[in-house]
């Protein structure tokens, strides 16, 4: 009987195991498990950051106490996606316009970005479900 070869077996096995792998996720949010306030950490980045461009003229209001229903589940102008998807941060166009991607038009904010750990503030609060905490 021939033997089987040390590295089939191997090679074998890793296909039968990443076969049953299935990405679920985060398992808890990326900032350490606590949860993200919108009014104590998210609202303070668009009053220091959006304001100036998204005050009551247009379509975009970020002022304290008119942003939240401005941006969860809200259709976004000129796109076919919500501003914000509550769960998936990937899937709204607020966290697309702050990441770098270019996905949706230029970053915002135009010509001074938001920092790293502001950007992931918003990525969790968005896959936190974006509650109006």
């Not at 021939?2 to 077996?9: A, D, G, Q, R, Y």
């Not at 096995?13 to 808890?28: H, I, M, Q, R, T």
């Not at 942003?67 to 076919?80: C, D, E, K, R, T």
Request: proline share 6%; hydrophobic share 35%; with cysteine.
């Amino acid at each position: 009987m021939k033997e089987k070869s040390p590295v089939l077996v191997v090679l074998f096995a890793w296909l039968f195991l990443s076969s049953c792998y299935k990405d679920v996720g985060p398992v808890e949010p990326d900032n350490g498990g606590n949860s993200v306030s919108f009014s104590a950490d998210i609202q303070p980045i668009f009053t220091n950051h959006c304001v100036a461009c998204h005050p009551t003229s247009g379509n975009l209001d970020l002022r304290s106490g008119n942003s939240y229903s401005q941006l969860v589940n809200v259709q976004a102008s000129g796109y076919n996606a919500l501003r914000v998807k509550p769960g998936d941060a990937e899937a709204s166009v607020l966290y697309k316009k702050i990441d770098g991607s270019g996905m949706y038009g230029g970053n915002m904010p135009p010509g001074s970005y938001l920092t790293s750990a502001q950007i992931s503030l918003i990525r969790d609060w968005i896959n936190q479900g974006a509650q109006d905490n």
